[in-house]
């Protein structure tokens, strides 16, 4: 009997849990519509919190919940692509990158020194990830509709010393990916502990 209780009440917890990481997942996506242009970037690119709720999937669920989420936000966000699927295909890439050891990190020491040390650990891996995602992914996408001199031209405009795309990579893109991340965990930090008992089903 005691058996079944059990597996009766793991049952609940994973469809709970499938049941809320969709409903962040949707979540996300439309936090992806919701974008701004930030000074000193190119105008193409845009700052968004779509990350927030996945890091918040990844403390309350466990890192893969976190993933998941990244997928759920992408797979939606094809419906309406405008990069065929390259720019969804990187974002989930750099939002994998950020959960995932957040989420690990966090399962291991589960306080707010936990979630910190996790959180920074992301932000640094989806800032270091997205030098091989832009450079190998994104941009030769861009690069089929615009020469590659024209959109480092517009990195110029901002910072004349940009003479490859590695230089606006590392200069711009990196340290906008990491400040991105940042956002979300700060966010993050603000909300969690109101909103974690609702997710895990305690209220």
Same mark, same amino acid.
């Given at each position: 009997m005691n058996n079944q209780t059990s597996t009766?009440?793991?049952r609940r917890i994973n469809t709970r849990s499938m049941a809320v990481t969709a409903v962040l997942g949707a979540v996300s996506a439309a936090l992806m @519509?919701?974008? @701004?242009?930030?000074? !000193?970037?190119?105008? @193409?690119?845009?700052?968004?919190?779509?990350?927030?709720?996945?890091?918040i999937a990844a403390f309350s669920m466990g890192p893969l919940s976190g993933v998941a989420v990244c997928l759920i936000k992408n797979l939606v966000h094809l419906l309406v692509t405008t990069t065929g699927g390259v720019g969804e295909l990187s974002n989930f890439l750099l939002g994998a990158a950020f959960v995932l050891p957040a989420g690990?990190?966090?399962?291991?020491? *589960?306080?707010?020194?936990?979630?910190?040390?996790?959180?920074?650990?992301?932000?640094?891996?989806?800032a270091l990830a997205s030098l091989p995602s832009n450079y190998f992914i994104t941009y030769p996408f861009y690069a089929m509709l615009m020469p590659m001199e024209a959109i480092l031209d517009m990195y110029?405009?901002?910072?004349?010393?940009? *003479?490859? !795309?590695?230089?606006a990579l590392v200069w711009f893109n990196m340290p906008f990916t990491f400040i991105k991340a940042?956002?979300?965990?700060?966010?993050? @930090?603000?909300?969690?502990?109101?909103i974690s008992p609702i997710i895990k089903g305690k209220k």
């Open positions: 009766m009440t793991k @519509f919701v974008a @701004f242009r930030v000074p !000193l970037m190119p105008s @193409f690119i845009q700052m968004d919190v779509s990350e927030l709720p996945a890091l690990l990190i966090y399962r291991t020491r *589960k306080d707010r020194i936990g979630a910190l040390i996790g959180s920074l650990a992301g932000a640094l891996a989806m110029r405009a901002i910072n004349p010393n940009v *003479k490859t !795309l590695t230089d940042m956002l979300s965990v700060a966010v993050t @930090f603000l909300i969690y502990k109101r």
